[in-house]
């Protein structure tokens, strides 16, 4: 894995997404190169093209040092604010072993005594080598994605991640260990229409992990995320090609849907945004100016 090292100008990066006000990126790339990532356009940045996603890390080796300034400079009124780590990086991929920005991110947070939720998200259990710094945080939860209980699957799409399996294992600690946990259940994969029993399992896992809620969100399809999961799909089977091709319509959102609401209710789960997510909604909300 190539990794450079490179220096952030800014840290706190104002967000697009739904529940966050701010997003933290230590990294630009990563190294789990899942073949779904909507983050692959981040290459524009450093020249890299969306095809080479997963084989390249830069990392931003100042980012505790720059947060430290910049969170001297927010009001009170800001400090409100909910900041996401991270939206188009893994926060604890394989480099953070060694450069641990994000551990120093969070310490920067806890010295700040920073009262707004800090919400970290992951595919990694390298996280729980940080739960000391965790627990020193105000108003902190830890959410891992999750797409599968199958982890031949898992390590199918997400390349180099931790096992499916692992990061079920990583909530219940998380939760044991007295941090507020959540479950971020996206991309949600296509052929669950076709096979309810196997996203039954996958939810009933994150109610025995004993998180606090769930996000569910559709498989978002655009062209350049598109081109890069066919890429990668095109020695699988006609009918499983095919399954993916057709959740871009509306029809399949909506058969997944009523079967998302149905087991979230056998399971006793909470769906934090009352519904499942679908990338080109939350977008068209987005103030133009902020784009
Ligand atoms: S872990 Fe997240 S950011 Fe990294 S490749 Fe997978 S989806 Fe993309």
Not at 240 to 261: C, F, P, S
Request: glycine residues 8%; contains cysteine; hydrophobic residues 35%.
């Amino acid at each position: 894995m190539q990794v450079k090292e490179i220096k952030a100008r800014t840290i706190l990066i104002r967000s697009r997404l739904p529940d966050a006000d701010y997003a933290i990126n230590p990294y630009i790339g990563c190294e789990f190169g899942c073949l779904y990532c909507y983050a692959s356009f981040m290459g524009r940045f450093v020249n890299e093209p969306i095809a080479n996603w997963g084989n390249y890390v830069y990392a931003k080796t100042n980012a505790p040092q720059v947060l430290r300034k910049e969170l001297k400079r927010l009001g009170s009124a800001q400090k409100e604010s909910t900041i996401f780590i991270s939206s188009v990086t893994d926060p604890y991929q394989g480099a953070e072993a060694k450069y641990k920005l994000t551990r120093g991110v969070l310490e920067v947070l806890a010295e700040d005594r920073y009262p707004g939720e800090v919400g970290i998200q992951t595919k990694s259990s390298m996280v729980l080598r940080d739960i000391g710094v965790l627990k020193q945080m105000r108003n902190v939860e830890v959410g891992m994605t999750v797409t599968t209980t199958d982890d031949a699957l898992g390590r199918f799409l997400e390349v180099r991640a931790t096992q499916s399996s692992v990061r079920f294992s990583t909530l219940r600690r998380l939760h044991d260990e007295g941090i507020r946990t959540y479950a971020f259940v996206g991309p949600l994969l296509p052929h669950f229409r076709y096979k309810p029993a196997l996203l039954d399992a996958l939810f009933g896992a994150l109610s025995e992990a004993k998180v606090s809620y769930i996000y569910v969100e559709h498989i978002n399809l655009k062209g350049y995320i598109r081109e890069r999961l066919f890429e990668g799909l095109k020695n699988e089977p006609e009918e499983v090609r095919n399954v993916y091709k057709e959740a871009r319509e509306q029809g399949h959102r909506e058969a997944l849907d009523k079967i998302v609401g149905e087991l979230i209710e056998k399971h006793g789960l909470h769906l934090r945004t009352g519904q499942v997510l679908y990338h080109d909604d939350y977008m068209k909300a987005w103030p133009k100016q902020l784009d």
